[in-house]
């Protein structure tokens, strides 16, 4: 079908502007953590954002260490009543802790971003400020303001904005870590086998967030596109909803949310009435135990990123854009109006649509991408100085096509331009601690089939390699490489890039 | 004639000091407390070794710069805690522990005092229900030996009778500990609370 070519077309561009719009580098370092229990970055971090065993079940006890006691936590919080106040409630207000120190971390990056055509200084290309701790035995918090910096074609675009920021009530019943509820704008757990935030390298999972099928107009302020969520429907970097989560038996967790999807809408925060939904199973087998549980039975390894286990996983996102009606506008020479004027998201569309249709017929002027499904499995393997790990997604969206009605707005149905879209993706990764501590090297192939029975249609492959100057200071060389076919300019990209955090 | 008086009252004095020595010992010790900051503020008693009486005893307990003072105050059992409020604003003192009696003595202002007598054994969080963050212990136990650690966990109880008795200790972070011990001369022993 035809509207299927331009949705594949489309999905490519989408795809290619996302990858350079998404290489900022991660930020969720949380140097506050080594100030509240005076400790290096290393005892979470193998190099910071990439989480440890032991982080990793720290992250998920909502920041707590497995197992904490008052002695470990060497500033000690402010107490907001008695801990004796328990005993009064409902008398009075249940008492909690706030830090003693606001705990706020600064994270920054400089990069030197090489291309066919521009070497470009970004400088700095984040400056973030992160915060994240936690109020009493049972709610945690974490949030992130960001600079951004990219460089795409010799322009400079930026953006500042609040990434994440989210509350967690953690073990809220009985005191079980088989239940918690995270609220607010929020790296989801849907992710956690691929979390971009704590990748080791410059270059993101772009297999997994950047496939656009669909450009939403207008979307570039929010979700923020150095985020993998440009505005459309892919795996959410970001999530804005509600996410419950949990550890059952100590090593199996579950998770299931509910999120704003396609996003913005015009008045509104979500682009409809509908909700996404999400949920995500794993099993870890070996190691430390993802709560954490084993912690002060398991001997684990002196080297502490090393530790023999598998973790497996199964996931799904199902997306509804009913009601949501994608300008092809951006032409206005040309008559074709539409809402949206970014050329970066609405209007890619809305271009392949005018330059593909035959005389005299109707070119599709909106899309409805009424239902969108991923299912995907992700693993995660540990063994000596080796993490391999991957994630397989196999996508279909459902999308509606609409002509432009008099006066510019949604006219009638297109059956025939109308169609279901299936699109697979991969990613492999083997990182390695390459001799000593400090010294860490990543290689990563990912592709997208946009048709599965053809070639595949994006192909890159990343090499990597970290150096820790210090705990918190890291600098990474990076190439990336195209291997498909591309016929994008500035598809190669050597970057490098220095990181601090404190 | 005076003289030899003198001194056989003298002896006999000695002699009646040296008896009530013997009679008596020392405890010291150290107390550990795992998984705490501090060793501090664990009281350590002895049980089993007498009490003495209690009436018209009254210690205190002040308030001041919005914190109680002493933090932890072991007392035997039939004791009057006199709370004094020495602070430049107002202070309420309750307890939700009902082996103290749950009680309230409502709110009073600078240079007031209110008491409250512990007749059973009890520990007792005090609180003011105007700063929620103020809190202070009572432990009323059934014996006049007990003592409270210092930073380093230490602590010394003079003119303990000798004999086999049980020295408890306890700690405001809910850890417990007890031993038997043979109590002779200077006796020293160490306690691990919790762990």
Not at chain 2, 77 to 96: I, K
């Amino acid at each position: 079908m035809r509207s299927i070519q331009l949705v594949r077309t489309a999905a490519i561009l989408g795809l290619l502007l996302a990858m350079v719009l998404v290489t900022v580098t991660p930020a969720t370092a949380i140097p506050a953590f080594a100030r509240k229990y005076a400790t290096s970055c290393q005892t979470c971090h193998i190099a910071y954002p990439k989480l440890n065993a032991y982080g990793e079940a720290f992250r998920l006890l909502g920041y707590r260490s497995p197992g904490e006691t008052e002695d470990q936590v060497k500033q000690p919080p402010t107490a907001l009543g008695s801990d004796a106040y328990k005993r009064v409630w409902p008398n009075a207000v249940w008492p909690t802790t706030i830090p003693s120190h606001v705990p706020i971390a600064v994270v920054s990056q400089f990069l030197v971003q090489s291309t066919n055509e521009n070497d470009d200084f970004i400088f700095p290309s984040e400056v973030a400020l992160v915060a994240a701790g936690t109020s009493g035995n049972n709610i945690s918090y974490f949030g992130e303001i960001a600079f951004e910096q990219e460089a795409e074609d010799g322009t400079f675009d930026s953006e500042a904005g609040v990434e994440h920021i989210d509350v967690r009530f953690i073990r809220p019943i009985h005191n079980s870590l088989a239940f918690n509820l995270k609220v607010g704008a929020f790296q989801p757990e849907l992710v956690q086998g691929f979390d971009h935030a704590r990748r080791l390298t410059v270059a993101n999972y772009d297999s997994m967030f950047a496939v656009q099928t669909l450009a939403v107009g207008g979307a570039a302020e929010v979700g923020g596109h150095g985020h993998g969520s440009a505005g459309g429907i892919a795996l959410p970097a970001v999530a804005r909803g509600f996410e419950a989560y949990g550890v059952v038996n100590h090593r199996f967790q579950w998770t299931a949310g509910l999120v704003n999807g396609l996003e913005p809408g015009q008045d509104t925060f979500d682009a409809n009435d509908r909700k996404d939904t999400y949920g995500r199973v794993s099993y870890k087998w070996g190691g430390l135990a993802p709560d954490g549980s084993n912690a002060d039975t398991y001997a684990g390894s002196a080297k502490n990123w090393r530790e023999t286990s598998f973790e497996l996983g199964g996931f799904g996102y199902f997306g509804d854009g009913s009601g949501i009606f994608v300008p092809a506008g951006g032409h206005e020479d040309e008559g074709h109006g539409g809402g949206s004027a970014d050329e970066e998201h609405g209007s890619v569309m809305g271009s392949l649509a005018l330059a593909n249709t035959d005389p005299g017929e109707v070119a599709p002027a909106f899309l409805e991408p009424r239902d969108s499904t991923r299912y995907g499995l992700d693993f995660n393997l540990l063994y000596k100085d080796l993490n391999v790990f991957g994630a397989y997604l196999d996508a279909e969206d459902d999308l509606r096509a609409f002509a432009e009605e008099e006066g510019g707005g949604v006219g009638v149905p297109l059956p025939d331009e109308s169609g279901t879209f299936s699109w697979t993706s991969w990613f492999l990764e083997a990182d390695a601690v390459l001799k000593y501590p400090w010294l860490h090297g990543a290689v990563r192939y990912e592709t997208v089939d946009l048709a599965a029975a053809d070639a595949e249609d994006f192909e890159r492959a990343v090499v990597s390699v970290t150096g820790l100057v210090r705990a918190n200071v890291k600098t990474t060389l990076e190439y990336a490489w195209r291997l498909d076919d591309s016929e994008v300019e500035n598809d190669d990209v050597l970057w490098l890039n220095l990181g601090i955090a404190f | 004639m005076n003289r030899k008086l003198v001194s056989m009252i003298a002896l006999v004095a000695a002699l009646a000091a040296t008896t009530t020595a013997a009679g008596a010992a020392t405890l010291t010790g150290k107390v550990t407390v795992s998984g705490v900051r501090s060793n501090a503020n664990a009281v350590v008693w002895v049980e089993g070794a007498g009490s003495e009486s209690t009436s018209g005893k009254t210690v205190v307990i002040d308030q001041k710069s919005l914190t109680f003072f002493p933090y932890v105050r072991p007392v035997q059992v039939g004791t009057t805690v006199e709370f004094l409020n020495s602070d430049s604003v107002s202070h309420n003192v309750f307890t939700p522990d009902k082996c103290a009696g749950a009680f309230n003595l409502g709110t009073w202002a600078k240079g007031q005092k209110r008491t409250h007598t512990f007749d059973k054994p009890c520990k007792a969080v005090i609180l003011c229900a105007i700063h929620p963050e103020m809190e202070a212990w009572v432990v009323a136990v059934p014996s006049a030996y007990f003592a409270v650690t210092d930073a380093d966990g230490a602590f010394e109880i003079d003119g303990v009778p000798e004999g086999s008795h049980e020295v408890k200790a306890w700690h405001p972070k809910g850890r417990e500990a007890s031993r038997e011990v043979s109590i002779t001369g200077d006796t020293e022993v160490e306690l691990t609370l919790g762990g």
